[in-house]
Structures are given as C-alpha cells and as structure tokens.
C-alpha cells in the first residue's frame, strides 16, 4: 500500500469508447499528476492538477482530461479511445512523511491497466 | 526539451558481482530521481539528489549526480536475485511533479 489509490485496477475497452479512471491519495496533497506507462517504456507525463486546475500538461491530446475534487481525489478522463491509448496508467501525489518531502518526490499508485481492443 | 536515457537497457548479472547504470539527462534539471518497478507493480522511491556530488545509498544500492556532465549513476555492489526490477531514473524541476523519465533498465540477477 503506497498511500495513493487507484481504480479500477484492470479494464478493457473498444476504439472509440471512453474510459474514466479515479485516483485518490491518503494524505490528501494538494497536488496530483497523471503519467501514462506503455509496454517497455518509461512513465509519460500526462497532466497534473493542483487545487483543482490543471498547471502543467505534456504532449498529450485535449481528449485527454482531468478533475480534481476539494476532497483531493482525482479522476483521468480519456474520450475516443484509440489503440495506443493501451497502457498502465499511474496516478502520483506527494506523501506526507514520504522519502525526501519536500524535494518533490513522487509516490505513484499501483496503477490502472488499460487495453484498447 | 529535456530528454532522459539509460544505459544499458537490459543488463543480465551474476550474483555478487558489481555493475552501475548510467542515466544521462538532456537539459538543466536541478534534482534526479531513481525509481524500481517490479513487474506488473507500480514505481518504488529510492532516492532523490538534489545537488551536485551528491550521493545516496542504500544497502547494495548508492547513487551519484554530477550536474555538470549531466550525469547520474546507480551503482550496484554485490548484486543478489532480490535486485531484479527495472530501475528508471527521472529529472525534474523544483516548482513542478512533472517528470521526465529514462526508457528504464531492466536487471536480471542470476544464481
């Protein structure tokens, strides 16, 4: 157990559907970034949200969107899903008592394995 | 645009013996992250370096950056089958989550 929650844990969807994912953090950190891990390569900055606005995005399309709640929960929305939207999904925030607080380390949840068919 | 590599990629090990993967970062990046990722797992914390000649440690494992070659190293002393992950390293930026992360290394320890 990290601290940070996600769900669902595995999901599978078709081209063109849309999928919600949900995130939510113990120590309830103002701020939480979404990264998305293809097969064999290294977590890609999606987005991150802070007192519930986005401020700061990657290369990633506007089908691609976020919320945050007051509750510090957060969710990962992506429309018209396409076949190499197929990924692990990782939601991360700043723990408290975590290694380093203050250096902005990151404590990634277990994530949500998308698949595209 | 700030970019990450590792090398090597893949790296198959004896037990016991040593070995270090290199983590070359792009652009200036004021902090240095290593991460473990067990298979079908999420990413573990293991340190953070936050300044030039810094080095970390942690039983088998000790980490170093030097900020002018753009260069950080994980060190791997003594290896044992427990070590076997893949092991990213990230830069990023104070002020931001955003991470930029290497393609990983992927260890194997064998018996």
């Known amino acids: 157990e990290t601290g940070v929650t996600q769900s669902p844990t595995h999901l599978i969807k078709t081209r063109g559907q849309q999928v919600t994912l949900r995130c939510s953090s113990q120590?309830?950190?103002?701020?939480v970034s979404w990264y998305q891990q293809a097969l064999g390569q290294g977590p890609q900055f999606i987005f991150q949200?802070?007192?519930?606005?986005?401020?700061g995005r990657g290369n990633f399309p506007p089908r691609f969107s976020g919320l945050q709640f007051p509750n510090y929960s957060s969710e990962l929305n992506v429309n018209a899903l396409e076949l190499d939207d197929s990924a692990l999904y990782l939601c991360?925030?700043?723990?408290?008592?975590?290694?380093?607080?203050?250096?902005?380390?990151?404590?990634f949840g277990a994530g949500s394995r998308l698949t595209v068919l | 645009e700030l970019k990450v590599e590792q090398n090597p990629l893949f790296l198959s090990m004896q037990e016991g013996k040593n070995y270090t993967i290199y983590c070359n970062y792009s652009?200036?990046?004021?902090?240095l992250y290593w991460y473990r990722q067990d298979p079908g797992k999420s990413l573990e914390s293991l340190f953070v370096?936050?300044?030039?000649?810094a080095v970390k440690q942690e039983g088998r494992l000790m980490a170093s950056l030097d900020t002018k070659a753009r260069l950080s190293t994980l060190h791997i002393t003594a290896a044992v089958h427990d070590l076997s992950a893949t092991y990213f390293c990230?830069?990023?930026?104070?002020?931001?989550?955003?991470?930029?992360f290497g393609t990983g290394t992927r260890l194997k320890v064998l018996a």
């Open positions: 991360a925030s700043r723990i408290r008592g975590a290694l380093s607080s203050g250096a902005n380390v990151l404590t």
């Open positions: 120590s309830g950190h103002n701020t």
């Open positions: 949200y802070y007192r519930e606005e986005e401020n």
């Open positions: 652009t200036t990046s004021d902090r």
């Open positions: 370096l936050l300044s030039n000649g």
């Open positions: 990230a830069a990023g930026t104070s002020g931001t989550y955003k991470y930029i």
